[in-house]
């Protein structure tokens, strides 16, 4: 257990953490896997070509996290978690599944200030995703195809490109 994590590798990455935040490159082709034991904050997480995924057993708030090459994106929040989305980037799929809220931890709005951008976006959570309470409050996606669903609450998305929309649920 420590508050802080730091990791950096020519390589994949994959960590069981019981840490507060994470800060890990992977700056040669590789994935990087994360598993944490409760809530974490991703400060910076980047892999140079491959994927990244993130399991925590808690809220998940991720600053800034990016997929190079061809990656997919891959951000699971259980017992109850939150995803609180940044800056979000994949090369290929990017995927939220939050079983709280999926709320937007960035300021501003449109092009250039994007939650989540990827060629094929999938939202998934338990009591909403964004909101449409303030204008800052959705989550800004840049993508060509969209599916967002939730259990409970709202869906408040905006997204800055042309898309083609996947409706679930």
């Known amino acids: ?65 990016t997929a190079g090459g061809t990656g997919d994106l891959s951000l699971t929040a259980t017992g109850g978690g939150d995803i609180g989305a940044g800056t979000l980037v994949a090369g290929n799929t990017a995927t939220l599944n939050a079983a709280g809220a999926i709320t937007d931890q960035r300021v501003g709005e449109g092009p250039g200030n994007e939650n989540v951008t990827a060629t094929t976006v999938s939202l998934t959570a338990g009591t909403g995703v964004g909101s449409a309470a303030t204008a800052d409050a959705d989550i800004d996606t840049a993508s060509t195809s969209l599916s967002a669903n939730t259990t409970a609450g709202d869906v408040a998305v905006a997204e800055t490109n042309a898309l083609t929309l996947g409706v679930t649920g």
């Not at 990455?13 to 490159?25: C, R, S």
């Not at 980047?46 to 993130?54: F, I, L, Q, Y």
């Open 1 to 65: 257990t420590a508050a802080n994590l730091v990791a950096d590798a020519a390589g994949p990455i994959t960590l069981t953490t019981d840490v507060a935040t994470v800060d890990a490159t992977a700056s040669a082709a590789g994935a990087i896997t994360l598993t944490e034991a409760d809530a974490v904050t991703l400060t910076s997480i980047a892999s140079n070509d491959g994927a990244v995924t993130v399991n925590a057993n808690g809220t998940l708030t991720a600053t800034a996290v």
